[in-house]
């Protein structure tokens, strides 16, 4: 089986947009970058900053903390409702930041009861120079994760207690 992206069409067009700058957060725990992609913050952080989308990137992140919180994300829809079948869901990244950051990734799958986190097993490290990141999830080899789901996301958590100047080169998310 060949293998196939499951990110929404609007956020592969980012790469083609040119710099438009946006404050964070004008919604206080939400930014809608795209559709199909946001940003979302825990509602006791403050968190402010700005991010754009330049041409060639998918996304450049700054942010500023006055109040840390338990969590910040990246929430990216995908069109991967059924993983009955499939062998791995994989993700590739290319990315930078101003100092090392580590981002956890996992598989949202949300459900009619709330939702259901998988993490894959290694975190993106974010450096100085360009770099890539892949790893691969074995849905037959995580019996908690869901087959079926309302929907599916994948998430990136962003470090939540220190600024950071971060940006997403390039993602791809597929299935084999």
């Known amino acids: 089986m060949?293998?196939?992206?499951f990110l929404p069409a609007s956020v592969t067009a980012l790469q083609r947009r040119t710099r438009h700058v946006q404050p964070l957060f004008?919604?206080?725990?939400?930014a809608t970058v795209a559709p199909?992609?946001?940003?979302?913050?825990?509602?006791?952080?403050?968190?402010?900053?700005?991010?754009?989308?330049?041409a060639g990137r998918l996304l450049e992140l700054e942010t500023r903390v006055t109040?840390?919180?338990a969590w910040l994300a990246l929430h990216i829809a995908l069109d991967l409702p059924d993983l009955t079948g499939?062998?791995?869901?994989?993700?590739?990244?290319?990315?930078?930041a101003m100092q090392a950051t580590v981002v956890r990734v996992c598989l949202r799958s949300v459900l009619a009861s709330g939702f259901h986190d998988q993490f894959f097993a290694r975190d993106i490290l974010s450096r100085s120079v360009q770099s890539d990141h892949h790893d691969l999830l074995d849905p037959t080899q995580s019996p908690d994760l869901p087959l079926q789901a309302k929907r599916r996301e994948l998430v990136l958590f962003l470090p939540p207690a220190t600024p950071?100047?971060?940006?997403?080169?390039?993602?791809?998310?597929?299935?084999?």
């Open 2 to 5: 060949p293998a196939h992206s």
């Open 36 to 54: 199909g992609l946001v940003l979302r913050v825990d509602v006791a952080a403050q968190i402010s900053g700005q991010w754009s989308s330049p």
């Open 26 to 30: 004008a919604k206080r725990t939400r």
């Open 164 to 176: 950071i100047a971060w940006a997403l080169h390039d993602l791809a998310v597929f299935r084999l």
């Open 86 to 96: 499939i062998r791995w869901v994989g993700v590739v990244a290319r990315t930078t």
């Open 67 to 69: 109040q840390p919180g």
